[in-house]
C-alpha cells in the first residue's frame, strides 16, 4: 500500500477562497477584522473566501501582508504559508454535542426561512395597497 500526502492548501485540495479563510481563522481573525484591516467592506472579503471574487494587486498584497503568508501561497498553495491542518481528535460526548449544535441550526433556519416568508408576504401587501402610487424598493 503507497502512501499518498496530501498538500492542504495546494491547487487540488483548495481554492483561493479556502487559503484566505484559513489563513485569516489561524491569524484569530473575524470577516469584519480583516475587512476593517484592508479598508474593504465585508461582503467583499466573504466574496473573496467563496471564490466569488479575486482582489486587486494592491489588496493582495496587503491580505498576504496582514495573515502573514506569501501571495504566492494565496494564490497557488505554493510557498510561505499555513502548514496542514491538526488532526482533528474527537471524544464520544463530541458527536452528541455537534449533533445537538446541527438540530438548533435547522430550527434556527427554519424559523428564519419563515420570517422572511412572512416579511416577503407583508411587502406584497404593501405593494399592492400602493399599487397606483411610485414605491421605491431599495
Known amino acids: 500500500m503507497t502512501e499518498q500526502t496530501t498538500?492542504?492548501?495546494?491547487?487540488d485540495a483548495a481554492t483561493f477562497g479556502d487559503r484566505v479563510a484559513a489563513a485569516r481563522e489561524a491569524a484569530g481573525m473575524t470577516q469584519g477584522?480583516?475587512?476593517?484591516?484592508?479598508?474593504i467592506k465585508k461582503s467583499t472579503?466573504?466574496?473573496w473566501e467563496r471564490d466569488?471574487?479575486?482582489?486587486?494587486?494592491?489588496?493582495?498584497?496587503?491580505?498576504a501582508g496582514v495573515l502573514n503568508v506569501s501571495m504566492s501561497?494565496?494564490?497557488?498553495?505554493e510557498g510561505e504559508g499555513m502548514s496542514e491542518p491538526a488532526p482533528l481528535e474527537l471524544e464520544?460526548?463530541?458527536?452528541?454535542?455537534v449533533l445537538n449544535e446541527l438540530r438548533d441550526l435547522r430550527s434556527e433556519m427554519r424559523q428564519n426561512a419563515?420570517?422572511?416568508?412572512?416579511?416577503?408576504k407583508k411587502l406584497r401587501t404593501l405593494l399592492q395597497?400602493?399599487?397606483?402610487?411610485?414605491t421605491e424598493v431599495a
Open 7 to 11: 498538500d492542504w492548501y495546494g491547487p
Open 33 to 39: 477584522q480583516l475587512a476593517r484591516r484592508l479598508g
Open 45 to 47: 472579503l466573504s466574496a
Open 52 to 63: 466569488l471574487a479575486e482582489p486587486r494587486a494592491n489588496k493582495l498584497t496587503m491580505l
Open 73 to 77: 501561497w494565496l494564490l497557488t498553495g
Open 92 to 97: 464520544a460526548g463530541d458527536f452528541t454535542s
Open 114 to 120: 419563515e420570517r422572511a416568508a412572512r416579511l416577503e
Open 129 to 134: 395597497v400602493n399599487d397606483g402610487q411610485t
